[in-house]
Structure formats: structure tokens, C-alpha cells
């Protein structure tokens, strides 16, 4: 059965290290889904701890965090690509693209298969995180997006009224 549905995508600090970024979004583009918001962004401990809060009672829940925040790899990449993707199907779809989550037994062909790599610390570096099922994709389109940053309504919202400082370019 087809169903339009949105997922997260999060190339991480490895991919970023590598330069995989095009590749990995020429890769996403086989799926012929509609990107609806991308950015690049430092993660914080705070998102990162929010992000894998369903693994805090592992014992590799920090190494995961740090991971993700970037400091396994060097300040300079110390940063992610987060991407909203839309379509038919589009969970099962990158999903399939991605790969499983451990690249040694993910199939070689696969995002993570063909980039992905485990560290002799045991660390998986597996280049993307993907949403596993729509209530997980909603929960992370939600925690890494403000509405404004996405290009059409996925999700209900509402207007607020807010006094905020922000920067602004000189």
C-alpha cells in the first residue's frame, strides 16, 4: 500500500568528514522523493540526548551522543546535515537506500554498506541515521525542525506570539 509520508534524515559527522554529503544525496535521490527542508547545523549534547533518548539505558548511549555532536571527529566537523524528506512511502524507501545500521552487515550496495565503517572502539560510523516508522519520524521531524524551516504544512501548527533576540547579519 502507498502512503505519503515524511522522514528525517541526518547525513552525520563521518559523512561530513568524508565529503559524502553529494554522494549520499545523489544516492537519496533514487528514491525520486521531495526534499522540504535541509540544513546544516552544530548538534547540541541537549538534541543529541533528546534525539537517542530510547537508547539512555545502553551502555554506549554517550559514545552515540558524542558521535552525533561530532567529537569523535575533529571540531571542523563538529556539524550535521538534516533533511526532511516527502513521498510515497518514503520511511521504507530511504530505509532500504540506507542499509542496516551495523555497515559491516549492511548490504554493500546500501548507503551505509557502501560509506559506513565500525571503528576498533566498536563505535558504528554509519554515515545517516534514517526515521524507523512515522511516529519516530514525526517525533524527530519535530525535535531537529521548526515549522518555518520546512517548506510545506506536514504537521499541525499554530502561531505564537514570542519577543525573541536573535541574530541578525551586520
Not at 533518548?53 to 559514545?63: E, G, R, V
Request: charged content about 30%; overall charge neutral; proline content about 4%.
Amino acid at each position: 500500500m502507498k502512503k505519503t509520508e515524511q522522514t528525517l534524515v541526518v547525513i552525520k559527522p563521518d559523512g561530513i568528514k568524508k565529503s559524502l554529503t553529494g554522494n549520499i544525496l545523489t544516492r537519496l535521490s533514487e528514491t525520486k522523493l521531495r526534499i522540504l527542508g535541509a540544513k546544516v547545523i552544530h548538534v547540541s549534547r541537549e538534541l543529541a540526548e533528546k534525539h537517542y533518548a530510547h537508547l539512555k539505558d545502553k551502555p554506549f548511549f554517550d559514545d552515540v551522543v558524542k558521535y552525533i555532536c561530532g567529537e569523535h571527529h575533529g571540531s571542523q566537523y563538529s556539524r550535521v546535515m538534516a533533511l526532511v524528506y516527502d513521498g510515497e512511502n518514503a520511511i521504507e524507501k530511504v530505509r532500504k537506500l540506507a542499509g542496516t545500521t551495523n555497515p559491516e552487515e549492511a548490504d554493500p550496495t546500501s548507503i551505509r554498506g557502501q560509506y559506513g565503517r565500525l571503528t576498533t572502539k566498536g563505535l558504528f560510523e554509519n554515515v545517516v541515521h534514517c526515521s524507523a516508522n512515522a511516529i519516530e519520524a514525526e517525533n524527530e521531524i519535530k525535535l531537529w525542525f521548526v515549522p518555518d524551516e520546512i517548506v510545506d504544512e506536514i504537521f499541525p501548527t499554530r502561531c505564537v506570539e514570542e519577543s525573541l533576540k536573535r541574530r541578525v547579519w551586520s
